[in-house]
């Protein structure tokens, strides 16, 4: 990480103007792997300014422009992959197989999608007697987090730089050397100066003033809703457009007609990959009253066939969570339930035996949980499953959209037509039906508290754009 004690403004590598620097934890061995600096105020000037200049000409370059940056940083992206997966299992702890075929592939996935997006996308156009046009939003501040550090990061660049718009990125301190890897690639694939520019720092001393910043027109940020609601804050002074991923408690509803042991055992691995760190996890199973023991025993079952080590290992499934602060924020949690009475079914609080050193949490799955528990309405961010018993299929949807959060949700059922139904009845903005696979082509994003605007594929390339009409363009 040879730049990480710089930052990537107006093109190049440059010091930072303070002195301050932080450690990045390796959540493995609570040991630093890495050291970056801190930005301030002076930095983000610099880099804001160096977007500034360079928007009036990104922002009228010609698509064909657009998509030769974006084709060769997909090239140079693929021959980087195993770098960036490397760095993402040092510094957040994802296991080094989940590094590769999740979190490095999506970043590739997206930018494979927003280049075929690019392709055909309608930028202008006649409707009816006005002249519409699609135009880059202008300069904006970006900021992300670290559970899914390329994810979101492309889900950002990616749709800002086809949209022609200029840009400051500002990474999670907690989960950085990917961003340093990913501002290399940008580079190399020679983004014009000032179109692209990072500032590693914390909240205070970064995200605030790129929200508060006059000069930046919008403000994207991925993380929870609390920051999402400080951004939005500091934003309302200068009315710019703020995009927010935020917080979820997505319910998974398990109708009676489905197959029930694959349906909690499915529900059991979407919620604890990742180490539970998902915004959009099924952490709320909602089971029949009467199957309540059966998913109990399942869930317990599902548990102890998972594999629980150190990232690097090939075979772990299931590594650390991201911080000292992140582990005793889930440890907590824990406690919370078990005090309140829910069934502690596996796990609990405390490390795994074989781990002391390590953010390793045990994975842990309660029953019985009732919905005004605190581990049933708060966002735990850990590998912590709640199972809650609904009486029929009203009882089922109320208890799911019972939440200031609609991020997702999840139904499973062996009627899909059924299912259909209690999806579209469902609050959030997205809704799996029976363990369907992701996919980059669909709208992220949700209601609520779960935030606003939509990421991924062309949605994503919308919210970037501002709209103008002409009218009496045609005389």
Partial sequence: ??????????????????????????????QPCAQIALGDEVDVERAVAAAKAAFPTWSVSS??????????????????????????????????????DSQS??????????????????????????????????????????????????????????????????????????ALVFADILHEAGVPAGVFNMVNGDGPGVGATLAAHPDIAMISITGSTRAGAAVAKLAADTVKRVH???????????????????????????????????????????????????????????????????????????????????????????????????????????????????????????????????????????PVLSIIAYDDEEDAIRIANDTPYGLAAYVQSGDLAHARKVARRLRAGNVNINGADWTVAAPFGGFGQSGNGRECSKWGLHDFLEIRALIGYGG
Avoid at 9 to 20: D, E, L, M, S, V
Avoid at 72 to 84: F, P, Q, T, V
Avoid at 311 to 335: F, K, N
């Fill in 1 to 30: 990480m040879s730049h990480a004690l710089e930052f990537y403004i107006n093109g190049r590598w440059i010091k930072p103007h303070g002195t301050a620097k932080i450690d990045v934890i390796n959540p493995a061995s609570e």
């Fill in 63 to 100: 698509r064909e422009e657009r998509l030769a940056v974006l084709e060769r940083m997909l090239a140079i992206y693929k021959r980087r992959s195993e770098d960036m997966a490397q760095a993402i299992s040092l510094e957040m702890g994802s296991p080094i197989a989940r590094a590769r």
């Fill in 105 to 178: 592939w999506a970043g590739l996935a997206h930018l494979e999608e927003m280049i075929a997006v690019l392709r055909d996308f309608s930028f202008e156009g006649p409707e009816g007697d006005v002249y519409i046009t699609r135009e880059a939003v202008g300069v904006c501040g970006l900021i992300t987090p670290w559970n899914w550090p390329m994810n979101q990061i492309m889900c950002k660049v990616a749709p800002a730089l086809a949209a022609g718009c200029t840009m400051v990125l500002k990474p999670s301190e907690v989960a950085p050397l990917s």
């Fill in 244 to 382: 927010q991923e935020l917080g979820g408690k997505s319910a998974n509803i398990i109708l009676p007609d489905a197959d029930f042991a694959e349906a909690v055992q499915r529900g059991v691995r979407g919620c604890l990959s990742n180490s539970g760190q998902s915004c959009d996890a099924p952490t709320r199973m909602l089971v029949p009253r009467a199957r309540m023991e059966d998913a109990m025993a399942l869930a317990a079952q599902t548990v102890a066939t998972l594999r629980l080590g150190n990232p690097a290992d090939e075979e772990t499934q299931l590594g650390p969570v991201v911080s000292e602060v992140q582990y005793g924020r889930i440890q907590a949690l824990i406690t919370k339930g078990i005090e309140e009475g829910a069934t502690l079914v596996v796990g609990g609080a405390g490390k795994p035996k074989g781990f002391e050193t390590g953010y390793y949490v045990q994975p842990t799955v309660f029953g019985h949980v009732t919905t005004d528990m605190t581990i049933a309405r708060e966002e735990i961010f850990g």
